[in-house]
């Protein structure tokens, strides 16, 4: 059977929906708790990797030195074109893992659900080419990716924090928001999650905007996790690792292909 492997940073953020629809889809996956003290590989066994989100920011390895074996794990995926998914945090670490920039969010913490705009390169895209031209998912997250990594394809857009999706490599996404939760778990976060007044009043707003949304949210949601298990039970389907990256892709060493005659050029943005 196709299975993923999934690490989960913070206790408060479990698969849960996004758990449900790849079992939907026939696939198996075997979660790692390193908050719980269980350790992170440093290799895959399985045939794709998913890393959820957290409360701890990406560069928080004094606190949780666990995350550079994350970051480590996300370069390894990406070297080895292995199917992945970063959500918020995990996509956060993905960004920085390959050469992209993530700092605390000059706009203060986004709460609630986000609007994105896709961008053009979406269309032709496996994860985002079947989504609609505007979606709106839920959103929590102080920090932000300021900066893609090199050779990332920018997938969706929004304001004030623009990096909401994007790809690095043939396989490799990263998403700021989370397709992958219910509202439920959403009221949780933003009952416990800050003693300060305005993030308070933020999330009490935001979980109105989940709990009023939702019916647009998780069919979008779906949408998206069908098409990333589609995706890995291609790969896995197909034995050899995936097919040529697509046209203007770079592999993590910045090596482009030309879309023409499957040449590598080395080059810049």
């Known amino acids: 059977m196709v299975s993923v492997l999934v690490i989960q940073p913070d206790e408060t953020d479990p698969p849960e929906r996004l758990g449900d629809w790849l079992r939907e889809a ?25 890393v959820l989100g957290g409360d701890m920011g990406a560069h928080d390895e ?34 920085a893992a390959t050469g992209g920039r993530v700092e605390r969010g000059s706009d203060g913490t986004e709460a609630g659900t986000v609007v994105s705009d896709l961008r053009p390169e979406a269309a032709a895209d496996p994860l985002f080419g079947g989504l609609p031209a505007r979606i709106r998912m839920m959103t929590m997250h102080r920090d932000a990716i300021t900066e893609l990594p090199p050779g990332a394809v920018w997938l969706a857009d929004s ?89 203007g892709a770079r592999d993590p060493q910045g090596r482009q292909r030309s879309g023409l005659d499957g040449e590598e050029q080395e080059g810049g943005q």
Do not use: N
């Open 62 to 95: 004094s606190d949780h030195p666990w995350l550079a074996d994350i970051k480590e794990l996300l370069r390894t995926a990406v070297a080895s074109e292995t199917p992945t998914l970063g959500i918020c945090l995990g996509g956060q670490l993905l960004a």
């Open 26 to 50: 026939g696939i198996e996956f075997r979660v790692i708790r390193p908050y719980a003290g269980e350790a992170v590989p440093d290799s895959i066994a399985e045939d794709a990797l998913v």
């Open 159 to 247: 304001d004030p924090y623009p990096h909401q999706g994007f790809r690095v490599g043939p396989a490799a996404w990263g998403v700021q928001f989370h397709p992958e939760i219910s509202p439920a778990t959403y009221r949780g976060w933003a009952e416990s999650s800050t003693d300060d007044a305005d993030e308070q009043q933020r999330g009490i707003d935001g979980v109105a905007q989940a709990e009023k949304y939702d019916d647009e949210i998780a069919p979008v949601a779906k949408s998206l996790a069908d098409a990333f298990a589609a995706f890995v039970i291609d790969h896995a389907g197909r034995g050899l690792g995936p097919g040529p990256m697509p046209a």
